[in-house]
Nanobody, 123 residues
Framework: QVKLVESGGGLVQAGGSLRLSCATS????????MAWFRQAPGKEREFVAAIRWSDGKGDYANSVKGRFTISKDNDKTVYLQMNALKPEDTAVYYC?????????????????WGQGTQVSVSP
């Protein structure tokens, strides 16, 4: 069973930065894709970024390109560095994982989810 635990959320002013972490359980992720999604109140869950574990190839939503960076380390942790934050980035951010290396942008393609961490950006 894959377990994902997010951390690093909080309240920040517009223009500020946060780094989210997603700690994973003991499992081989060599053939996995990892992703970050977010969901604001009253809105559908939307894709933010994804990374292929084997080679670190990343993919981003247009709304965060140039501001957010997804990365991973060798200790089974995935990060989302968020810079130049805007009020519209306010949402609960979820870490997700799927077996297979294709970087999908839709939630149903992901098999495992964390509990989410709140990010709030004030004007």
């Amino acid at each position: 069973q894959v377990k994902l635990v997010e951390s690093g959320g909080g309240l920040v002013q517009a223009g500020g930065s946060l780094r989210l972490s997603c700690a994973t359980s003991e499992h081989s992720f060599s053939d996995f894709a990892m992703a970050w999604f977010r969901q604001a109140p009253g809105k559908e869950r939307e894709f933010v970024a994804a990374i292929r574990w084997s080679d670190g190839k990343g993919d981003y939503a247009n709304s965060v390109k140039g501001r957010f960076t997804i990365s991973k380390d060798n200790d089974k942790t995935v990060y989302l560095q968020m810079n130049a934050l805007k009020p519209e980035d306010t949402a609960v951010y979820y870490c997700a994982a799927r077996a297979g290396e294709w970087l999908y942008q839709t939630p149903p393609q992901y098999d495992y989810w964390g509990q989410g961490t709140q990010v709030s950006v004030s004007p």
